[in-house]
């Protein structure tokens, strides 16, 4: 009698068999493969270069737009008690010392130049983790990457820009911090510049001490970036133009969604890990020997759970603008790409 079902050791085969690699049979289909697997390459790579581009640009709108916030939000965190009564008496103090131009702008010569290659390798790597998991994970017939999967992939484009968000936010918050300090008559800052913070910084305590609160920013941006991406891609959804009757796409989004998006993408960015960056800020700024633990306790004694959160209002403020203003540089720079390359 024969069977309708195939044997256990047919199964087997066939499973073994659909784990192995195609092997063409004649030097067309080899050529056609090789063809094939090239313009993949070249394709993804384009997609990477863009996506790096895109990003030093949306990183240049972000410091123009919200340094300003940035600062406020720094001197809150790093003052002694007692010193500003709120995010407006910074402002105040900030312009009547240094003028509107110094008083707010202090400190941005290294975010600019780091910023640029910063968000560059943020939105390439999240570029590269969408690769990644494609690659390793199931992916819904649509090709559409689920909420999890989109805040993998952002998770990890925080890695690789540790790298550069460490010296260059040490170096930022420690020229923030000294603008704040009142000098004598005729005393000058201990700092000159951007540069010359990195050559104390090394002269003192070698590489180790230009890269200090390392751990601190990868803790912080890790999660932070996931929840930046997943929350971009998630309203950028919501907000898509849909046929009423399939449910499918059937517009482009606007820029105002588009800044809506990205909007939202950086309040979702800083509400879980705000603690994590007040830490960072008052690590990167201590004089000597300090530790993430020293710090956590001193900040704990100091003021208990609210002494995590100074400077919480100006960081949000400064999330809407210059997040609304990243992700809209971004999408016009890639509008841009796309109508010169493609």
Same mark, same amino acid.
């Given at each position: 009698?024969? !069977?309708?079902?195939?044997?256990?050791?047919?199964?087997?085969?066939?499973?073994?068999?659909?784990?192995?690699?195609?092997?063409?049979?004649?030097?067309?289909?080899?050529?056609?493969?090789?063809?094939?697997?090239?313009?993949?390459?070249?394709?993804?790579?384009?997609?990477?270069?863009?996506?790096?581009?895109?990003?030093?640009?949306?990183?240049?709108?972000?410091?123009?737009?919200?340094?300003?916030?940035?600062?406020?939000?720094?001197?809150?965190?790093? $003052?002694?008690?007692?010193?500003?009564?709120?995010?407006?008496?910074?402002?105040?103090?900030?312009?009547?010392?240094?003028?509107?131009?110094?008083?707010?702008?202090?400190?941005?010569? $290294?975010?600019?130049?780091?910023?640029?290659?910063?968000?560059?390798?943020?939105?390439?790597?999240?570029?590269?983790?969408?690769?990644?998991?494609?690659?390793? !994970?199931?992916?819904?017939?649509?090709?559409?990457?689920?909420? &999890?999967?989109?805040?993998?992939?952002?998770? *990890?484009? &925080?890695?690789?820009?540790?790298?550069?968000?460490?010296? *260059?936010?040490?170096?930022?918050?420690?020229?923030?911090?000294?603008?704040?300090?009142?000098?004598?008559?005729?005393?000058?800052?201990?700092?000159?510049?951007? /540069?010359?913070?990195?050559?104390?910084?090394?002269?003192?305590?070698?590489?180790?001490?230009?890269?200090?609160?390392?751990?601190?920013?990868?803790?912080?941006?890790?999660?932070?970036?996931?929840?930046?991406?997943?929350?971009?891609?998630?309203?950028?959804?919501?907000?898509?133009?849909?046929?009423?009757?399939?449910?499918?796409?059937?517009?482009?989004?606007?820029?105002?969604?588009?800044?809506?998006?990205? &909007?939202? $993408?950086?309040?979702? /960015?800083?509400?879980?890990?705000?603690?994590?960056?007040?830490?960072?800020?008052?690590?990167?700024?201590?004089?000597?020997?300090?530790?993430?633990?020293?710090?956590?306790?001193?900040?704990?004694?100091?003021?208990?759970?609210?002494?995590? *959160?100074?400077?919480?209002?100006?960081?949000?403020?400064?999330?809407?603008? $210059?997040?609304?203003?990243?992700?809209?540089?971004?999408?016009?720079?890639?509008?841009? /790409?796309?109508?010169?390359?493609?």
């Amino acid at each position: 009698m024969s !069977s309708t079902t195939s044997s256990p050791g047919a199964k087997i085969q066939q499973a073994v068999t659909d784990k192995l690699p195609h092997l063409p049979e004649t030097k067309e289909e080899l050529k056609a493969e090789i063809k094939a697997e090239a313009k993949a390459a070249a394709s993804a790579g384009a997609s990477q270069l863009r996506s790096f581009v895109a990003g030093g640009f949306g990183g240049v709108c972000a410091v123009l737009v919200g340094h300003p916030f940035d600062l406020v939000k720094v001197r809150l965190q790093t $003052a002694e008690k007692g010193v500003y009564t709120g995010a407006i008496d910074v402002v105040k103090k900030s312009i009547a010392k240094d003028g509107l131009r110094r008083g707010l702008y202090a400190g941005v010569s $290294a975010p600019l130049v780091g910023v640029t290659p910063m968000f560059a390798v943020s939105f390439w790597g999240y570029d590269l983790g969408k690769q990644i998991v494609r690659a390793t !994970s199931t992916v819904a017939p649509d090709g559409n990457l689920s909420i &999890a999967q989109i805040s993998a992939a952002g998770f *990890f484009s &925080a890695i690789p820009m540790t790298a550069i968000t460490a010296p *260059f936010e040490r170096v930022k918050v420690i020229l923030q911090v000294q603008g704040q300090q009142q000098l004598a008559p005729g005393q000058k800052p201990k700092y000159s510049g951007g /540069m010359d913070v990195v050559r104390q910084l090394y002269k003192e305590g070698g590489v180790r001490s230009v890269f200090r609160g390392s751990v601190a920013t990868l803790a912080r941006d890790g999660p932070g970036s996931a929840a930046y991406f997943a929350a971009y891609e998630y309203i950028k959804k919501a907000l898509t133009p849909k046929d009423p009757v399939t449910g499918e796409a059937s517009g482009k989004l606007s820029l105002g969604a588009i800044t809506v998006a990205g &909007a939202g $993408a950086g309040v979702a /960015m800083w509400i879980p890990v705000f603690p994590i960056d007040t830490v960072k800020s008052r690590l990167q700024t201590a004089e000597g020997n300090v530790t993430i633990g020293g710090v956590v306790k001193q900040l704990y004694r100091a003021g208990g759970y609210k002494a995590f *959160f100074p400077g919480f209002a100006p960081a949000l403020a400064r999330a809407v603008p $210059a997040n609304a203003a990243t992700f809209l540089g971004v999408e016009l720079a890639h509008q841009a /790409m796309n109508k010169a390359f493609n």
